[in-house]
Nanobody, 125 residues
C-alpha cells in the first residue's frame, strides 16, 4: 500500500503562484511514477502532469504546459506541483496519484494504483 497526502491547496489570484505537495508513505517512493490529476466542478477528472520514478522524465497536459512544473524529492518521499500564472479555469480539486508505470499515469484512461484525497485550488480574478 502507498498512502498519499496532498497539501498546499487554497485560494490564489490569477497570475500568481501556488505549490502543491504530496507526501507518500508505505513503499519505496522511487519505484513509483507520480502524477497530478484534477477535477473541476461538473467535469470529469483529467490528467495534469506526471513524473518518472527517478525524475528524469516529466509530462504535462497541453493546458498547463509552460505554466506548471512537476518535481520530486525522493529523499523526502514528496512530489510537488508548482503552479505559475494560474488561470481561473485551473480551479479544481487536485489529486496526487502513484503507479509503478508512467505509461499508466499518462494513458487516456487516467488510472493509477493509488490516489490521495485531493486538495482544492481556487483561482480568483
Amino acid at each position: 500500500q502507498v498512502q498519499l497526502v496532498e497539501s498546499g491547496g487554497g485560494l490564489v489570484q490569477a497570475g500568481g503562484s501556488l505549490r502543491l505537495s504530496c507526501a507518500a508513505s508505505g513503499r519505496t517512493f522511487s519505484n513509483y511514477a507520480m502524477g497530478w490529476f484534477r477535477q473541476a466542478p461538473g467535469k470529469e477528472r483529467e490528467f495534469v502532469s506526471a513524473i518518472s520514478g527517478g525524475g528524469a522524465s516529466s509530462y504535462y497536459a497541453d493546458s498547463v504546459n509552460g505554466r506548471f512544473t512537476i518535481s520530486r524529492a525522493n529523499a523526502k518521499n514528496t512530489v510537488y506541483l508548482q503552479m505559475n500564472s494560474p488561470k481561473i479555469e485551473d480551479t479544481a480539486v487536485y489529486y496526487c496519484a502513484a503507479d509503478p508505470s508512467i505509461v499508466v499515469l499518462t494513458a487516456a484512461e487516467g488510472e493509477a494504483a493509488y490516489w490521495g484525497q485531493g486538495t482544492p485550488v481556487t483561482v480568483s480574478s
